[in-house]
C-alpha cells in the first residue's frame, strides 16, 4: 500500500492563480480530509470528507473548494490564490478496520508559496 | 468547547531526561485522545493514544496519562533522545461516523545531545 499520496510536493503560485492539490488514498478509507500548517497554529481543518459525495467545511474553509467523487482521490482547489495561503497542505484519511479507528494518517503534505 | 490547548509551545530538555507535554479540552463528549508526531518536512504519524476508561497508557519510553475529572491528559517521554527531536501534537475526538479530530498547536521538542 502506498497509503495517503500528495502531489505536488512543492508549488509556486502567483497571486489570482488557481491550482489543484491531489490527493490520494489506497486504504480504502471512508473519511478524507485537508489540513493546513502554519508557525503556531498547528493544525487547521479546511474541509472534510465522510464518503464519496459527501463533503463539508471544517475550520477555514474560505478560499478553496474540495469534491469527492470516489473513494480514493480528495483534491482541493484554490480558485484564487492569496499570500495568506501560504502554507504547508496536509490530506489524511481514516476508516474502520484500519489500525485503532479513527487514526489518521497523513500524506506527505503540499508546500505551497503564493507571491 | 471544540478546542485542545497544548503547552508549551516548545520545549528543550537534556538527554536522558523526562519531556512532558500536557493538554486540557472542555467537550465532555471527547473519548479518544491521541498524540501525534511530526519530524521536519514529514506528514504527523500516530505515536499513542487513549481512551477515557483507563488514566495511563504506556507504550515503550511514551506514557500518556489521563486526568478525567481535571479534563487533562499529558505525554511523558522517558529517557528521552535527540531522536524524539519532533513536533508532538495532543488531539481529542468523538466516536461518530464523522472522524474530525480537533488538534493542539503543537509543542515543538528539542532534546540536547
Known amino acids: 500500500n502506498a497509503g495517503v499520496t500528495q502531489t505536488p510536493k512543492f508549488q509556486v503560485l502567483k497571486t489570482g492563480q488557481s491550482m489543484t492539490l491531489q490527493c490520494a488514498q489506497d486504504?480504502?478509507?471512508?473519511?478524507m480530509s485537508w489540513y493546513r500548517q502554519d508557525p503556531g497554529m498547528g493544525l487547521r481543518l479546511i474541509h472534510y470528507?465522510?464518503?464519496?459525495?459527501?463533503?463539508d467545511q471544517g475550520e477555514v474553509p474560505n478560499g478553496y473548494n474540495v469534491s469527492r467523487s470516489t473513494t480514493e482521490d480528495f483534491p482541493l482547489r484554490l480558485l484564487s490564490a492569496a499570500p495568506s495561503q501560504t502554507s504547508v497542505y496536509f490530506c489524511a484519511s481514516s476508516g474502520p478496520g484500519q489500525g485503532l479507528y479513527n487514526e489518521q494518517f497523513f500524506g506527505p503534505g503540499t508546500r505551497l508559496t503564493v507571491l | 468547547q471544540q478546542q485542545v490547548k497544548q503547552s508549551p509551545q516548545s520545549l528543550i530538555v537534556q538527554k536522558g531526561g523526562i519531556s512532558i507535554i500536557n493538554c486540557a479540552y472542555e467537550?465532555?463528549?471527547?473519548?479518544?485522545f491521541p498524540w501525534y508526531q511530526q519530524f521536519p518536512g514529514k506528514g504527523p504519524a500516530l505515536l499513542i493514544a487513549i481512551r477515557p476508561d483507563v488514566s495511563e497508557k504506556k507504550e515503550g519510553r511514551f506514557t500518556i496519562s489521563f486526568n478525567k475529572s481535571a479534563k487533562q491528559f499529558s505525554l511523558h517521554i522517558m529517557d528521552s533522545q535527540p531522536g524524539d527531536s519532533a513536533t508532538y501534537f495532543c488531539?481529542?475526538?468523538?466516536?461518530?461516523?464523522?472522524?474530525?479530530?480537533?488538534f493542539g498547536k503543537g509543542t515543538r521538542l528539542h532534546i540536547l545531545p
Open positions: 470528507s465522510v464518503g464519496a459525495g459527501i463533503t
Open positions: 486504504m480504502n478509507h471512508e473519511y
Open positions: 467537550n465532555t463528549a471527547f473519548d479518544y
Open positions: 488531539a481529542a475526538s468523538m466516536d461518530t461516523r464523522d472522524d474530525k479530530i480537533i
